[in-house]
C-alpha cells in the first residue's frame, strides 16, 4: 500500500453513493494501530452521515456565522471564506467523521509547558494515525479530505457534541468525483540537511 503515499490526493468532489459500515470500519480500523506516544492511543471518531451529518453541519454553519459576527480567532479571520467553502465541502461528502483527541483540553484554555508537550504528542499520535485512515481509504478507492476549518465553530461543535474533549478537526469520505494532479510540493533538496 505504499504507492497510495503517492497516489492520494485532498478530494473536495463525491459522488452520491453511500459509503458502507465495513468499508468505514477498515479504515478507522488503519487508524486504530497507528503509532502513539506512550502508546496512549488518544484519539476517537464520530461518524456522521444522513440526517445526523446534516445537523452537525447545520451546527458548525451556525458556529462559523457566529465568527463572523464576534470573531473568537480574531487573528484568522481571512481564513472565513475558506471555512465556508469546506463546510460545502462536507455536505456534500456522504461521510464526515470528526476527530478528537480524547486527552486534550479545549484549545481556549491556557496550558502550562508539561501540558503542552503532552498536547504535541497526541496530536502529533492523532496525525498518524489520520494519515493512516487516509491511505487506507485510497487503497479503498474512497477519496478524503482532512478538514481543520472545524476551528472555526469550535465551541458549537464541541457543545453540540457533548464532550469535554479537544475537537482536532475532521474527515470528509466519499467515492470520488474528481481526480485533481498532484498539488504543488517543496523539493527534496529544500527539505534535507545532512549533518556528518
Ligand atoms: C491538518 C490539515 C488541515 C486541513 N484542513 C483543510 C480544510 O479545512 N479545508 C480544506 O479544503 N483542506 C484542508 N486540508 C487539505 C490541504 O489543503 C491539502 O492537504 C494540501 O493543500 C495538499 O493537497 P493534497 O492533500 O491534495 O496533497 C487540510 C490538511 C491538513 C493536513
Not at 506512550?38 to 456565522?65: C, F, T
Not at 478524503?144 to 474533549?165: H, P, V
Amino acid at each position: 500500500m505504499l504507492e497510495e503515499i503517492y497516489s492520494r490526493r485532498s478530494i473536495r468532489k463525491y459522488t452520491n453513493e453511500p459509503i458502507s459500515c465495513s468499508i468505514i470500519e477498515k479504515i478507522i480500523d488503519a487508524g486504530r494501530v497507528a503509532p502513539s506516544a506512550k502508546n496512549r492511543q488518544p484519539w476517537k471518531y464520530l461518524v456522521y452521515s444522513g440526517e445526523a451529518k446534516v445537523r452537525l453541519l447545520s451546527i458548525m454553519k451556525k458556529g462559523i456565522e457566529m465568527e463572523e459576527i464576534n470573531p473568537r480567532l480574531p487573528l484568522s479571520v481571512n481564513g472565513i471564506p475558506d471555512a465556508k467553502n469546506t463546510l460545502r465541502i462536507m455536505e456534500n461528502a456522504p461521510v464526515v467523521i470528526v476527530v478528537l483527541n480524547t486527552n486534550g483540553k479545549s484549545p481556549f484554555v491556557q496550558l502550562d509547558v508539561d501540558g503542552r508537550f503532552s498536547e504535541m504528542n497526541d496530536l502529533l499520535s492523532i496525525g498518524a494515525s489520520i494519515e493512516n485512515m487516509l491511505l487506507k481509504a485510497e487503497e479503498l478507492n474512497i477519496g478524503t479530505l482532512w478538514i481543520g476549518n472545524t476551528c472555526f465553530a469550535y465551541q458549537e461543535l464541541m457543545e453540540y457534541i457533548g464532550s469535554t474533549a479537544e475537537l482536532v478537526g475532521a474527515i470528509a469520505l466519499g467515492y470520488k468525483a474528481e481526480t485533481p494532479a498532484m498539488r504543488p510540493r517543496k523539493k527534496i533538496e529544500d527539505i534535507i540537511v545532512y549533518f556528518d
